[in-house]
């Protein structure tokens, strides 16, 4: 089961940054998972939210600000403040710094506008087969599928909705209908009846976001592919 660390190693270090992923890499992670945005000036731009704090209290939507603009802007985070000196980082940096053999999960955090230039960029990383691309968004994922077709897509299930159980087991269904690689559920919608279905589909499974060893335990007997954690360390003990 590969370990894979959520945004870096963001229980560490800030998270999306090139620090967080290179501690990452240094604990040993089998790979990363990031969050893209696109900018204004069609920059795929590595960051959660869609908005940033700027020095003067203003929020800057990511999609209405320019790259360079963004770049000037000093990281946060509430917890830590380790690689909070750096730069929001663009995608390539990321792929760039990527070891051989190591995975990078890149989680579409905005509408399909973004997939031609996502496109793009990977098609010019030397990376690119060590890519998996995740998304909440079916549509997106579709639309990657039809531009990007050996490149595995992941479906991301939440378990905050009512129903998401029962909509798990239709999910299977319809990501392998759709061509997906896997499903990438919040580890709470697990159970065996779910894992077999998905692996009767013929599709893998990663769970997230796990940071109790016993838990990474317990989804390895059941046979996940992955597990995303904010803490590589702690699951490689």
């Not at 020095?55 to 000037?72: D, H, K, Y």
């Not at 905005?110 to 990977?122: E, F, G, Q």
């Not at 690689?181 to 692996?199: C, F, Q, S, V």
């Amino acid at each position: 089961m590969k370990i894979i660390a959520h945004r870096g190693a963001s229980g560490l270090a800030l998270e999306n940054t090139l620090y967080a992923f290179r501690l990452a890499w240094t604990l040993d992670a089998d790979g990363i998972e990031l969050d893209i945005h696109l900018s204004h000036d069609k920059r795929i731009m590595v960051h959660h939210d869609d908005r940033i704090l700027g020095e003067n209290g203003a929020l800057f939507p990511l999609a209405a600000t320019e790259s360079a603009i963004l770049r000037q802007m000093a990281l946060t985070n509430d917890r830590l403040r380790c690689g909070a000196t750096e730069p929001m980082p663009y995608l390539e940096e990321v792929l760039d710094a990527a070891p051989p053999g190591k995975q990078v999960w890149i989680e579409i955090k905005c509408d399909a506008d973004i997939v031609p230039y996502l496109a793009a960029t990977l098609g010019h990383s030397t990376h690119s087969g060590q890519i998996i691309l995740i998304s909440f968004q079916a549509e997106v994922l579709r639309a990657c599928r039809a531009v990007m077709p050996t490149i595995p897509c992941y479906w991301i299930l939440a378990k905050d909705t009512p129903g998401s159980v029962e909509a798990a087991s239709i999910r299977i269904e319809q990501a392998r209908r759709w061509g997906f690689a896997g499903l990438d559920p919040d580890y709470r919608l697990l159970n065996e009846d779910l894992i077999i279905a998905a692996r009767t589909a013929g599709l893998k499974l990663n769970a997230w976001t796990v940071n109790v060893p016993a838990t990474a335990r317990w989804l390895a007997h059941l046979g996940l592919d992955a597990i995303t954690t904010d803490y590589p360390d702690l699951l490689r003990r």
